[in-house]
């Protein structure tokens, strides 16, 4: 379970201070999938930073498992898998390698390494490229590097910043039902998007943000009702007052 | 420290994976020297023996003047040639190395016992002048006391008389530092080949990961980022050994080669071997910590690249300052980076002795400084900035 309460970001820019997060809190359950939806720019990115310890909050706490993540960064790093925004893979390495260092990272013996690789493997549909170098890799054989990456310590809790960016349609639907494979499991999964089908499609709780603010939070159903919209794509929108940086 | 040694493998199978890196960054160095030490060695030799053996070209102006001085010079292996149109525009131009001017009053002074007046024409910053107007000089110098003293003579007067001092020189230098002499762009070369052999590697492992962006997924492992920053530092030390060790073992074989020559007879035993690897280990760690640093601080691969024309500048810096200002071994120098490694580096070589305390104070400093680059890079990689790419 993930326990964000009333996050705040202030950056430093040339042209001023630009609050990135302002106020934005939410708890996302074990067992379910919890979306964060909004435009380019509305602070999906840095909330998951701050989420997995990347980037201290001005003010704010952020909980996992009850562990609080800014006493115990590296035991909360460790009970979490994060594919982040970045997600850039190792060229002269194959997918394997790539794929195994982060298990050796996260403490790993190589036995468990080949046991969880070979699931992933499996799981996420990569047997024909896993022992190829990930020079030239598309954009679909680099986001499952980086997803098996993240999620080789078997992670109770997953974060995972647009995970579907990127990629083609066959990828994007294995990969959802990868996600819903991963909620079978009782994890705790959290991924941003600004693909309001997507989003519709797949979360069980949806937390929709703008300018940094939580502008409405819900399962489908209880969007619907606060905003009075039959289909939550207008609800969406509705919430957010213009349709501007989503994507149906 | 177990993240450290995980990083560390990775950085080294993956650099090893890359062909052009391993050859530029191992083997170049390594490859240069032999063909830098047996090639100049054979070059300066065989210059100044042509200089100073074969017959060397003299235009002279006004030879009529004076025929048995020109008979004179032609006896000391000078081809006297006539002058060229235009005397000074033949120096300036470079086409002749030294002339000759004799004065149109020579007849008359001789005749006279006076000082007769003859002008060399040379260009003194032109090097490969220097062998030729040396040798004009002495043939002069040598034709002027002959005919002095037989002038002396001639009066009854004992030429020894003219010479109320006569000086001469007791030269203690040993026959390993009379070679060193010639060693002086070795150091140059081998600290450059310490302080900067993993650089590469730092810059890829830090810059060039931040531009790929996979360093923030590695910074989202339960990894700790100073032990990330060890063990990409570690990586670029051995890296930067292995360099060094290769450069040094082609660097005793080059000179086993090149046996004759201004290299005769460096010191490049064993032992001689060893302590250079000690004086340029401590380079390797301040190489790779201040690159670490730099790399570390600013955005791209191309930023961090910017700064080595830079770094490749601070190891001749001491070089340069001893070439205009020699001062004497002082134990302050053995604390300063890169005066201290040349003037290490030149002491091995020309076997002389080094005191403990000239170890020890190296050592401390060198290693110290490496340790703080180090803590200071630690430091830099707990930045939030870092972490977040373009």
């Known amino acids: 379970m993930i326990h964000l309460e009333n996050l705040h970001k202030t950056f430093k820019t040339k042209a001023g201070p630009v609050k990135a997060v302002d106020g934005v809190g939410f708890t996302a359950a074990d067992g379910a999938i919890t979306g964060l939806l909004g435009p380019n720019g509305a602070g999906k990115t840095t909330t998951l930073r701050m989420l997995y310890t990347l980037m201290k909050p001005d003010v704010g706490s952020v909980r996992v498992d009850d562990r609080d993540a800014y006493r115990e960064p590296e035991a909360v790093r460790r009970s979490l898998g994060v594919l982040p925004d970045a997600r850039g893979i190792y060229k002269r390495l194959t997918a394997r390698e790539n794929i195994a260092y982060f298990g050796r990272l996260h403490d790993l013996d190589d036995a468990q390494i080949r046991r969880r690789t070979d699931r992933l493997v499996e799981a996420l549909g990569m047997r024909d490229f896993i022992d190829r170098p990930t020079e030239g890799f598309s954009q679909g054989q680099r986001t499952k590097t980086a997803i098996a990456r993240a999620l080789i310590h078997d992670p109770k809790n997953v974060v995972l910043d647009e995970p579907t960016n990127g990629l083609d349609v066959m990828t994007t639907r294995a990969l959802r039902e990868f996600l819903k494979q991963l909620r079978a499991e009782g994890r705790c999964v959290i991924l941003s998007s600004h693909i309001m089908q997507e989003v519709g499609a797949l979360c069980d709780h949806i937390v929709v943000i703008a300018r940094g603010k939580v502008a409405i939070q819900g399962s489908a159903d209880s969007l619907r009702a606060q905003t009075g919209e039959a289909n939550l794509e207008d609800a969406f929108v509705k919430a957010i007052g213009s349709e501007e940086g989503l994507q149906a | 420290m177990k993240a450290a040694r995980i990083v560390m493998v990775k950085e080294l199978v993956e650099i090893f994976r890359d062909r052009k890196i391993v050859l530029n960054g191992l083997l170049l160095s390594p490859l240069l020297f032999p063909l830098l030490i047996i090639g100049l060695g054979s070059l300066a030799e065989s210059r100044s023996r042509t200089q100073l053996e074969s017959e060397l070209p003299l235009p002279v102006i006004g030879a009529e003047h004076a025929p048995n001085l020109v008979a004179y010079l032609r006896s000391q292996n000078m081809d006297i040639e006539p002058a060229p149109a235009d005397p000074d525009a033949a120096i300036r131009d470079q086409e002749k190395d030294v002339l000759l001017r004799i004065d149109p009053s020579f007849p008359e002074d001789w005749r006279a016992s006076r000082a007769a007046n003859v002008e060399i024409l040379h260009d003194s910053s032109r090097q490969d002048s220097e062998i030729p107007v040396r040798r004009v000089e002495a043939a002069l110098k040598g034709y002027s006391q002959q005919v002095g003293a037989l002038r002396l003579i001639a009066r009854g007067i004992d030429p020894g008389l003219a010479t109320a001092v006569r000086v001469n020189h007791r030269d ?211 930045r939030e900035q870092l972490a977040v790419s373009a």
């Open chain 2, 172 to 382: 203690l230098a040993t026959p390993e530092a009379k070679r060193g002499m010639s060693l002086a762009f070795l150091p140059y070369l081998l600290i450059l080949s310490a302080f900067l052999g993993g650089a590469y590697l730092v810059i890829d492992g830090t810059a060039g990961e931040r531009e790929r962006q996979s360093l923030e997924p590695l910074l989202a492992t339960p990894a700790s980022r100073s032990g990330i920053m060890s063990g990409k530092i570690a990586a670029a030390c051995v890296f930067g050994m292995l360099g060094l060790l290769l450069t040094l073992i082609s660097f005793k074989l080059s000179f086993a080669f090149a046996a004759s020559g201004p290299f005769k007879g460096v010191d490049v035993s064993l032992l001689a071997i060893g302590k250079l690897l000690v004086v340029l280990l401590p380079m390797v760690l301040l190489g790779t910590t201040l690159l670490t640093l730099i790399a570390a601080s600013v955005k791209t691969v191309k930023e961090a690249q910017s700064y080595m024309a830079m770094l490749m500048l601070l190891p001749i810096l001491p070089t340069v300052i001893l070439l205009v200002n020699p001062v004497k071994n002082a134990l302050w120098m053995f604390a300063t980076p890169f005066l201290a490694q040349n003037q290490l580096i030149l002491m091995v070589l020309r076997a002389e002795d080094i005191s403990p305390a000239q170890w020890a104070v190296y050592l401390a400093t060198g290693l110290g400084l490496g340790v703080l680059l180090w803590l200071a890079a630690a430091r830099l990689y707990h």
